[in-house]
């Protein structure tokens, strides 16, 4: 749709399946978007997701950590030390698919989260 998600020209319950690819890093609110993809999903509906995010390497995540601040100003927003697990299960989603791994490259980058969530 080409916005950040916030807030979705659709109608409640509107839409079977959304897909968000390297996106939830850099929302500015992703509270209220996945609050939004909750709000337009049918029951039974599923988010499939496939983002990087924060490593559960405490010595990566702290240079995540360290690194965000600078990342943000020159990658659009983008927070490399989110952790996509967390934010989309307080979202009220019900993570019912989730594979975590790191691809190879730079590692404060690479740590990836892949699954599906569904609306109960």
């Not at 995010?53 to 020159?74: C, E, L, N, W």
């Not at 989603?93 to 599906?116: A, K």
């Amino acid at each position: 749709m080409g916005l950040d998600g916030q807030e979705l020209p659709l109608d409640d319950a509107a839409v079977d399946h959304v897909l968000t690819t390297w996106t939830l890093c850099t929302i500015p609110d992703v509270d209220a978007a996945l609050a939004e993809i909750r709000r337009v999903l049918r029951p039974g509906g599923a988010l499939h997701f496939l983002e990087h995010g924060r490593s559960d390497d405490p010595k990566v995540a702290r240079r995540q950590d360290r690194f965000t601040p600078i990342q943000r100003r020159v990658a659009g927003g983008c927070h490399v030390n989110r952790r996509i697990d967390d934010l989309v299960a307080r979202s009220g989603l019900e993570i019912t698919e989730l594979e975590r791994y790191t691809m190879p490259g730079p590692r404060v980058f690479t740590t990836m989260y892949e699954g599906v969530a569904t609306k109960a």
